[in-house]
């Protein structure tokens, strides 16, 4: 278990202790974040550049399981998702607020652990933590993050603006945080049968960073900067190639053509999916949680995306009337399905 049991009562700090103690070493380092934590509301300068604001809802049980979530990491992820976010509008992430519900079961080292991962993100994402909300909640544990972006106006990119040739690229590779959450559900299934095996997590470093540590692309939204690339369209994977390619072409008003053979996918993940006696091509297509971005160019961006680094063009875009189709490495052409992961459905199905 990774939640602390022993450990210090928050009840001894009370909310506004808490609240100070978690945000207290907050040094602001973005000009557009004026004012933070502390006063009723944060103050935000952006001047002449357009605002992005998106959240996200992370719930005990639904969206994550404390069995084999360090807390630093859900901290981490419940940052990281939300930048996501605005990368994919192609807009800089400057500021979050974090609202947290936690029940008596959690200490307040358990708490800090929460912040340690929360603040080594807005590290690395370069943004500034400038409010929040704390309460207290009867069961489970819930973290609520807003990210405040700045973008151009003429360099957002938005899910409907693909064109038919466009060449279809993703980030990175597909399937390896699905993966990582099957190989830790096996394990805590071979646990729940018999708390004396010790889980096997042995040589699946990768797919388990992915699932539990999941980075945002801040790399990829510097390099089209740099290369002055704009894309015509835009989103992140969070729930599996098929279900985005099915958002950004249907508001295109545009289909899809993509090759299987393109289709990046890490040695790990394959070996992983062999173990389950499960297709590799589904935890790329309809696994979740990858974080990567899929994005749409102009054809004649061909040569500039090919030089970029952790890129794969994996098809192009074709007229709506023309389908999604996936062609397989033996030439069959097969519609794309829209199997999204849901979790609140696969709650149900449990
Ligand atoms: P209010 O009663 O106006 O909602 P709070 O006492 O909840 O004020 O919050 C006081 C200050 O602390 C505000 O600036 C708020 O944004 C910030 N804050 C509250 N909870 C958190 C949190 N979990 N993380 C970061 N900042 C927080
Ligand atoms: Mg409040």
Redesign the pocket.
């Known amino acids: 278990m990774t939640e602390n049991k022993a450990g210090t009562s928050i009840a001894t700090l009370g909310?506004?202790g808490l609240?100070k103690h978690?945000?207290n070493k907050i040094k602001l380092k973005n000009s557009s974040s004026v004012v933070g934590?502390?006063?009723?509301a944060?103050v935000l300068n952006y001047e002449n550049k357009k605002v992005v604001v998106t959240t996200d809802l992370l719930v005990e049980g639904i969206h994550f399981d404390l069995m084999y979530t360090p807390l630093k990491h859900l901290g981490y992820k419940s940052i990281a998702v939300n930048v996501s976010d605005v990368y994919a509008m192609n807009a800089c992430p400057k500021q979050v607020?974090?609202?947290?519900a936690i029940s008596k079961r959690f200490s307040l080292e358990a708490i800090e652990e929460i912040y340690a991962g929360i603040q080594l993100a807005c590290e690395n994402y370069n943004v500034d933590?400038v409010?929040?909300?704390?309460t207290s909640s009867l069961t489970g544990l819930c973290i609520s993050v807003t990210a405040i972006g700045e973008g151009e106006a003429e360099k957002l990119t938005y899910r409907n603006g693909a064109k038919v040739n466009d060449l279809i690229c993703v980030t990175g590779n597909l399937g390896a945080a699905y993966a990582g959450l099957q190989l830790l559900e096996r394990e805590k299934r071979v646990f729940a049968g018999n708390p004396e095996i010790q889980p096997d997590l042995s040589g699946h470093d990768y797919i388990l960073e992915r699932q539990l540590k999941p980075e945002a692309r801040k790399d990829i939204f510097e390099r089209l900067q740099e290369a002055n690339i704009v894309p015509t369209a835009m989103i992140d994977i969070s729930d599996g190639l098929s279900s985005e390619l099915m958002h950004l072409c249907d508001q295109s008003n545009k289909g899809c053509q993509i090759y299987e053979e393109r289709i990046p996918i890490d040695y790990e993940t394959h070996k992983m999916a062999e173990e389950l006696n499960m297709n590799y091509l589904t935890f790329a297509l309809n696994g979740g949680e990858d974080y990567e971005l899929l994005f749409t160019v102009p054809l004649d961006k061909h040569q500039d995306i090919e030089k970029m680094e952790d890129v794969t063009v994996i098809g192009h875009v074709v007229e709506a009337s023309k389908g999604l189709y996936l062609v397989t490495r033996d030439g069959n052409e097969i519609a794309l399905q829209a199997q999204g992961w849901n979790p609140i459905k696969e709650q149900d199905e449990k």
């Open positions: 909310e506004f609240i978690l945000t934590v502390g006063d009723d944060a607020t974090v609202s947290i933590l409010g929040g909300d704390t």
